[in-house]
């Protein structure tokens, strides 16, 4: 399927996506908009950023995808380098070249790499200055993001907000109790254990309880829970979660209290309150 602006393939989305871009793109203005005098350099990265378009299935709007919303942004400018990151060359190639049309190229380009190559990513990311602060985006359909290798990003770029899309309501929902509950799942179990980095979690006692019991629910929220405090282990104190529809959750990190600050003035207006950006 093809763009009708600009003839270049488009995405098909859920109804939800739309309110994950906009809470991206308010916490996005917010932290550019704010930050922009008191740091050397200013830097946003996206991991799974898509070809930067998209089209909702539900009424075959176009809107505009995750790379675009934040280029088309008035904060955008402050940037000194935007870097998106996809596993496919061919989704790389599609949005550099709506970011030439945009003449956004000198700031911001896309690239191939993969966020199971932690080595890979933060070979693409080693130009961006230690004095710069980064806001970092994550983006995954699965709980597959190994934690090292988010670990690693931010060993390497130590000034880091991190939004991660978790998907609680999809992957995990349909996914997590039967990893738990039956020992042929070792795949499934090492790749939640992975993201989460806490090898033995689904063998935890109360992991299994609830797994027993056919609490989703409650499952869901320890392995929330669990991510957060991995989180806090590696320097990112400040934590919130909003949900996106009930199929994904957004989880904002920080190692600063004004980060966090900034996150939730960002989430205080509802999206359906802005219908009208990004199309």
Request: aromatic share 10%.
């Given at each position: 399927?093809?763009?009708?602006?600009?003839?270049?393939?488009?995405?098909?989305?859920?109804?939800?996506?739309?309110?994950?871009?906009?809470?991206?793109?308010?916490?996005?203005?917010?932290?550019a908009?704010?930050?922009?005098?008191?740091?050397?350099?200013?830097?946003?990265?996206?991991?799974?950023?898509?070809?930067?378009?998209?089209?909702?299935?539900?009424?075959?709007?176009?809107?505009?995808?995750?790379?675009?919303?934040?280029?088309?942004?008035?904060?955008?400018?402050?940037?000194?380098k935007?870097?998106?990151?996809?596993?496919?060359?061919?989704?790389?190639?599609?949005l550099?070249?709506?970011?030439?049309?945009?003449?956004?190229?000198?700031?911001?380009?896309?690239v191939?790499?993969?966020?199971?190559?932690?080595?890979?990513?933060?070979?693409?990311?080693?130009?961006?200055?230690?004095?710069?602060?980064?806001?970092i985006?994550?983006?995954?359909?699965?709980?597959?993001?190994?934690?090292?290798t988010i670990?690693q990003?931010?060993?390497?770029?130590?000034?880091?907000?991190?939004?991660?899309?978790?998907?609680?309501?999809?992957?995990?929902?349909?996914?997590?109790?039967?990893?738990?509950?039956?020992?042929?799942?070792?795949?499934?179990?090492?790749?939640?254990?992975?993201?989460?980095?806490?090898?033995?979690f689904?063998?935890?006692?109360?992991?299994?309880?609830?797994?027993?019991?056919?609490?989703?629910?409650?499952?869901r929220?320890?392995?929330?829970?669990?991510?957060?405090?991995?989180?806090?282990?590696?320097?990112?104190?400040?934590?919130?979660?909003?949900p996106?529809?009930?199929?994904?959750?957004?989880?904002?990190?920080?190692?600063?209290e004004?980060?966090?600050?900034?996150?939730?003035k960002?989430?205080?207006?509802?999206?359906?309150?802005?219908?009208?950006?990004?199309?």
């Amino acid at each position: 399927m093809k763009s009708v602006l600009d003839d270049l393939p488009i995405r098909p989305v859920g109804e939800w996506a739309y309110d994950k871009i906009y809470r991206l793109v308010q916490y996005f203005g917010i932290f550019a908009g704010g930050m922009k005098n008191r740091w050397a350099a200013l830097n946003y990265v996206e991991i799974g950023c898509g070809p930067g378009r998209c089209v909702l299935r539900e009424n075959c709007l176009e809107i505009d995808g995750t790379a675009l919303a934040i280029i088309r942004n008035p904060n955008f400018s402050s940037l000194q380098k935007a870097i998106f990151i996809d596993a496919s060359s061919r989704v790389a190639e599609i949005l550099n070249a709506r970011i030439g049309a945009l003449g956004a190229g000198s700031t911001a380009s896309a690239v191939v790499g993969d966020y199971s190559n932690a080595a890979g990513l933060c070979g693409i990311l080693k130009g961006l200055p230690e004095e710069s602060l980064n806001f970092i985006f994550i983006d995954p359909t699965e709980c597959d993001v190994p934690f090292e290798t988010i670990e690693q990003i931010v060993r390497h770029l130590k000034n880091t907000d991190l939004l991660v899309n978790v998907a609680l309501g999809t992957d995990a929902n349909r996914n997590l109790m039967s990893a738990i509950r039956l020992p042929s799942h070792v795949k499934v179990r090492e790749k939640y254990e992975a993201f989460l980095g806490k090898p033995g979690f689904c063998a935890q006692p109360e992991v299994i309880e609830l797994a027993k019991l056919a609490d989703h629910t409650a499952l869901r929220r320890k392995f929330a829970e669990t991510y957060k405090e991995r989180l806090a282990d590696i320097g990112f104190g400040y934590t919130d979660i909003q949900p996106v529809r009930h199929y994904y959750h957004l989880l904002f990190a920080s190692g600063s209290e004004k980060g966090l600050e900034f996150w939730r003035k960002s989430c205080r207006i509802a999206p359906d309150n802005q219908r009208q950006l990004f199309q």
